[in-house]
């Protein structure tokens, strides 16, 4: 069992930064996946950003050149650094962790801390 635990979410104003940190429970945290999801009101669960165990990362086109995702396994944390923030990315902001082991998926969410961009 995961346990994930968002921090760093906030209100900032448009072109700010802000860094969310995900801490996850357990030792095994470093066979994890780690990913930032987010969803705005009316819309559908998006991945914003994905670190792999292996350390490679992915970035919706959206948040390309803006956002970076990074994993510290001493620390079993994950973090999402958002510079030049926008309105539009004004959501709630999730923590998730994935790990396939043979034929099983084991997959957790963090209960998510909201962001909004606003003047």
């Known amino acids: 069992q995961v346990q994930l635990v968002e921090s760093g979410g906030g209100l900032v104003q448009p072109g700010g930064s802000l860094r969310l940190s995900c801490a996850a429970s357990?030792?095994?945290?470093?066979?994890?996946?780690m990913g930032w999801y987010r969803q705005a009101p009316g819309k559908q669960r998006e991945l914003v950003a994905l670190v792999t165990a292996g350390g490679s990362t992915n970035y919706a086109d959206s948040v390309q050149g803006r956002f970076t995702i990074s994993r510290d396994n001493a620390k079993n944390t994950v973090y999402l650094q958002m510079d030049s923030l926008k309105p539009e990315d004004t959501a709630v902001y999730y923590c998730?962790?994935?790990?396939?082991?043979?034929?099983?998926?084991?997959?957790?969410w963090g209960q998510g801390t909201q962001v909004t961009v606003s003047s």
């Open positions: 998730h962790a994935r790990r396939t082991l043979s034929t099983y998926v084991y997959e957790y």
């Open positions: 357990g030792n095994i945290f470093s066979h994890y996946a």
